[in-house]
């Protein structure tokens, strides 16, 4: 059973920053694609960016240019890096991972609000 462990969430002013981490407890994490989703209030969960394995990027529309995804294999970790953030990026985010055998988990997730 993979766990998947998120924190950095809370509540930021708009403009704000937050990064978000992601530790998974998977083996070999490096083969592993990591995701973050999100699911604002009253919507259905979306994507927000993945991270192959190789390092290849993929970012929903909303968030290009202000997210940044990013990973320490070392550290079997996956960050969200969130800027300029806008009330619209509230909600819970939950972290992803598919491993190479394309078994997919996830995390609890956590709250992130924007607000002033």
């Known amino acids: 059973q993979v766990q998947l462990v998120e924190s950095g969430g809370g509540l930021v002013q708009p403009g704000g920053s937050l990064r978000l981490a992601c530790s998974a407890s998977t083996s070999p994490f490096s083969l592993a694609t990591m995701g973050w989703y999100r699911r604002a209030p009253e919507k259905q969960r979306e994507l927000v960016a993945t991270?192959?394995?190789?390092?290849?990027?993929n970012y929903a529309d909303s968030v290009k240019g202000r997210f940044t995804i990013s990973r320490d294999n070392a550290k079997n970790t996956v960050y969200l890096q969130m800027n300029n953030l806008k009330p619209e990026d509230t909600g819970v985010y939950y972290c992803?991972?598919?491993?190479?055998?394309?078994?997919?988990?996830w995390g609890q997730g956590i709250q992130v609000t924007v607000s002033s």
């Open positions: 992803n991972l598919a491993d190479f055998l394309s078994r997919v988990s």
């Open positions: 991270i192959s394995s190789g390092g290849s990027t």
